[in-house]
């Protein structure tokens, strides 16, 4: 079965500082992967994914295949960052079932 | 549109009581799923259905039930509440192609339900 784990529950970082959120995945085929944030008082919403390669707000992943990662990386936090973040793990060809990992709940410092 | 509307969005049970939460989209998506938020678990799926008529079971399906009458309408429902159904439920809507907004997710604000 597909696993995926966020190893950092808590994060903190300052403003103007770089901010990895990391997320590590476990799968035999070929995953597609995304991050959701769920800003205070907000629906969770999709951030980014990675088939499209994309930058939103700043922030971009890389999917990893060798190392299983999908980390969210951003060079220069904001306070407006601060959320929690998911990543998540949707099986090729699954009807849409999206495994989540638990959550970063990030904080940007002032 | 309003998307994803869940209600209630609050609600205190007694042990052994039941209840439903309705979850109602207006996207026309084909696909619907309820998901549990726990501390330090993330989300977890207890029930999808991928169109009116049909449902499936998730990660965590026990304790619960499910039924999709209508194409905008994904009902959860608790036929004997437990402590440990006491969570946060989202539920979620989304397309079924494969291209442009491919896995994305709509969710709604979530239910809190506490069970005593």
């Known amino acids: 079965a597909q696993r995926v784990t966020q190893p950092e529950k808590l994060l903190s970082v300052f403003k103007g500082a770089p901010v990895e959120l990391k997320c590590n995945y476990s799968?035999?085929?070929?995953?597609?992967l995304f991050w959701y944030v769920q800003y205070s008082r907000q629906r969770l919403q999709l951030l980014l994914r990675?088939?499209s390669r994309e930058s939103i707000k700043g922030f971009t992943a890389d999917l990893n295949k060798g190392e299983t990662s999908f980390h969210l990386k951003k060079p220069f936090a904001q306070e407006e960052d601060s959320a929690m973040y998911y990543c998540a793990l949707k099986k090729a060809g699954s009807a849409r079932q999206l495994t989540f990992g638990s959550g970063t709940q990030l904080t940007v410092l002032p | 549109n309003a998307g994803v509307t869940q209600t209630p969005k609050f609600r205190v049970l007694k042990t052994g009581q039941s209840m439903t939460l309705l979850c109602a989209q207006d996207m026309n998506h084909e696909y619907m799923y309820w998901y549990r938020q726990d501390p330090g678990m993330g989300l977890r799926l207890i029930h999808y259905?991928?169109?009116?008529?049909?449902?499936a079971k998730g990660e965590v399906p026990d304790g619960y039930n499910v039924s999709r009458l209508k194409k905008q309408n994904f009902l959860l429902g608790l036929e004997s509440a437990a402590p440990s159904q006491t969570s946060v439920y989202f539920c979620a809507s989304s397309l079924r192609g494969t291209s442009g907004v491919a896995g994305e997710l709509f969710f709604g604000e979530g239910s809190r339900l506490t069970v005593l």
């Open positions: 799968y035999s085929g070929s995953p597609e």
């Open positions: 259905s991928v169109g009116e008529g049909t449902t």
């Open positions: 990675h088939i």
